[in-house]
């Protein structure tokens, strides 16, 4: 994708010589995505949906968007799947050195620092947009975005993804600080389902997670049981 | 690639300012210059009307299925080149290990020899470990190689096997990412061999039905999609036990002639026949050797 990036007037499309593979066999796959995460007194709460695609055809549509780069510090992928998981695998390995390093378990901002060092350095040839968040004794549940381009700001409320456009009025008119963390849940959980019904790039079920100094928990939501709205 | 549409027109133009004052000398890591040049080149081809010859690709269907015991990989045997079938009976399960094999889709070459470099490197990391290789060992050192060729290897791959955690399944696409699932499908015969995993596919399968519906996805594959055909090649992966079973099903046996177009002696009456024979010397000889060597 990076090669045609830089030659944008080819015109012909010189790759397709074989009528009998399809299009979709080339695209590169794309994580479509709707991703959210949620800051709460004492932790955090994440969700993604499911949906990988590549071109028109979902190649994976049970994905697990939420990945643990350690104990208490979770991320999650949009964009290019193999730049977001080679991504995420390089950090893990850099964050486990560090901490093994400082005997003592790693920050947040640690983490999402590493993710904008990556990003921001290879920032041509990359296609990532990651929302980093998790538990440290220092500052508690923080929620760090890493957009294209390899910005670093840490907000209280992030949503990421092609779905994302969808659910930044719901989002703005529905958060308030000082929610518990069954609220978020809730509140993740609606924002998810509705994005996930407008966008096209996003599906499947949702994954949400919360992350506290006691732990970690995982839910799935399936199809049948996602949020119900008007609409649907 | 399917992105957030709004941000990807923003992020061009920032991404255009922000490359014309850059000028990075050598930042290392891989140079992808000839690759441009070659798209160029094919693009200057095309115009004037000739077109470069095509890599073999293998179309192809691909499947692998996770049942009780182990893994079942599946593959169909056609490789193609252009709109030319180029081996009626080619071989996609590739060994990667004893126990993990990897079909291969794409550009035929790029799957056999990145399969044959994996299964080195696997056999020497198994001889320094002294233990039998893990199918998420193969599936990381898969996937990197593939991203730093940033897609220009195009591999599509279905890794499976068995090992001490279990059977696993990995589906691997030139780019670089990878999805561990208990049913995959690859190439361009995919979708029609997903419709028929979507349908039949139940967790804690027997090695019989579980056989029959690997089967019968390529076979979906094979009869609904030009890019594959032929016979279909199986590979039972179990605890202990492989299973590389060429050809499972002969679908496509190619058939008796039931006429010809040769015509009989004797259908053509001879009227008259005169034999003139040609009395000819030899003048020169020449001999020229061949060096076959």
Not at chain 2, 31 to 59: D, W
Not at chain 2, 150 to 179: E, F, M
Not at chain 2, 229 to 250: A, F, M, Q, W
Request: with cysteine.
């Amino acid at each position: 994708m990076a090669a045609t990036a830089l030659m944008p007037n080819l015109g012909l499309n010189v790759c397709a010589n074989s009528d009998l593979v399809p299009d979709w066999t080339d695209q590169e796959v794309s994580t479509g995505t709707t991703i959210m995460a949620v800051e709460y007194d004492g932790g955090v709460v994440i969700g993604a949906d499911s949906r990988t695609t590549t071109g028109a055809y979902i190649a994976n549509r049970v994905t697990d968007k939420l990945t643990p780069i350690h104990d208490r510090i979770f991320c999650c992928r949009s964009g290019s799947a193999a730049d977001t998981q080679a991504i995420a695998d390089v950090v893990t390995y850099q964050l486990g050195f560090h901490s093994i390093e400082l005997d003592e378990p790693p920050l947040v901002e640690t983490a999402a620092n590493l993710f904008k060092a990556s990003c921001y350095r290879y920032r041509e040839e990359l296609t990532a947009g990651i929302l980093v968040a998790g538990w440290d004794r220092r500052k508690g549940g923080q929620v760090y975005s890493v957009p294209i381009g390899g910005m670093l700001v840490r907000q209280p409320v992030s949503v990421g993804g092609s779905g994302s456009s969808y659910i930044y009025g719901f989002m703005d008119s529905n958060y308030k600080p000082g929610l518990s963390r069954e609220q978020c849940l809730e509140l993740t959980a609606a924002a998810l389902s509705l994005a996930m019904e407008r966008d096209g790039s996003s599906g499947g079920v949702i994954r949400l997670a919360s992350i506290s100094e006691e732990g970690l928990e995982r839910r799935v939501i399936l199809g049948n049981q996602l949020p119900r709205f008007f609409t649907r | 690639m399917k992105r957030n549409a709004t941000s990807r027109k923003y992020g061009l133009v920032l991404s255009k300012m922000a490359t014309v004052t850059v000028c990075r000398t050598n930042p290392g890591g891989f140079n992808f210059e000839n690759c441009k040049r070659n798209l160029l080149l094919e693009a200057e081809a095309n115009r004037v009307g000739y077109s470069l010859p095509t890599a073999t690709k293998t179309g192809t269907t691909i499947c692998g299925l996770v049942y009780r015991d182990g893994v079942i990989l599946g593959a169909d045997t056609r490789a193609t080149e252009g709109m030319v079938v180029a081996d009626k009976n080619c071989s996609k399960i590739h060994y990667i290990s004893p126990n993990i094999y990897c079909c291969g889709a794409g550009t035929a070459a790029d799957t056999e020899m990145t399969t044959r470099i994996i299964s080195s490197n696997l056999e020497l990391h198994s001889l320094s470990t002294g233990r039998l290789p893990r199918v998420a060992t193969a599936n990381r050192m898969l996937k990197q190689m593939l991203f730093r060729y940033q897609g220009y290897i195009g591999a599509a791959l279905v890794l499976g096997g068995v090992d001490c955690n279990g059977p696993h399944l990995y589906s691997i696409y030139p780019h670089g990412s990878t999805d561990k699932l208990p049913y995959v499908t690859m190439g361009s015969g995919s979708l029609a061999a997903m419709a028929v995993f979507e349908d039949r596919y139940r967790p804690d399968m027997e090695e019989a039905e579980a056989k029959q519906l690997v089967r019968d996805a390529i076979a979906a594959g094979i009869f609904n999609d030009l890019g594959s055909g032929s016979n279909i090649d199986l590979c039972v992966i179990t605890k202990g036990k492989v299973d590389y079973i060429r050809p499972h099903d002969e679908a496509n046996k190619k058939g008796v002639r039931t006429g010809d177009y040769k015509y009989k002696r004797g259908t053509t009456g001879v009227l008259t026949k005169m034999v003139t024979p040609l009395a000819l010397d030899v003048v020169e000889e020449t001999v020229t050797t061949m060096d076959t060597s």
